[in-house]
């Protein structure tokens, strides 16, 4: 499967963003889909995740209440609505899928990856 995430960009702190992760080649319903960030200097690390069929959901403690992981299965599509950016948000976000039933939060558990987009939240 072919990962392609978008959405990316500047905002100031406080703002909101939506990126969007299109996927190619299979189906998504088969995964669990993850966002994962990197900031500079920094391991990469879990933001997000969903199982196939939407109803469950995970995330870091440090998005929690400020985004939502969403699934669209007929456009084979997940998005990450984010609200109340800080300047800590600012990273290369990536979407990942992993073969597991349910959502798990380490990288090496997510077989796919999509090439990334910059989030840049300014102060």
């Known amino acids: 499967v072919q990962l392609q995430a978008f959405g990316g960009g500047l905002v100031q702190a406080g703002g909101s963003l939506r990126l969007s992760c299109a996927a190619s080649g299979r189906t998504l319903s088969t995964y669990v889909m993850g966002w994962f960030r990197q900031a500079p200097g920094k391991e990469r690390e879990f933001v997000a995740g969903i199982t196939w069929n939407g109803r469950r959901t995970s995330y870091a403690h440090s998005v929690k209440g400020r985004f939502t992981m969403t699934s669209d299965n007929p456009k084979n599509t997940v998005y990450l609505q984010m609200y109340s950016l800080k300047p800590e948000d600012t990273a290369v976000y990536y979407c990942?899928?992993?073969?597991?039933?349910?959502?798990?939060?380490?990288?090496?558990?997510?077989?796919?990856w999509g090439q990334g987009t910059q989030v840049t939240v300014s102060s």
């Open positions: 990942a899928a992993s073969g597991y039933r349910s959502v798990v939060v380490t990288a090496p558990e997510y077989k796919y």
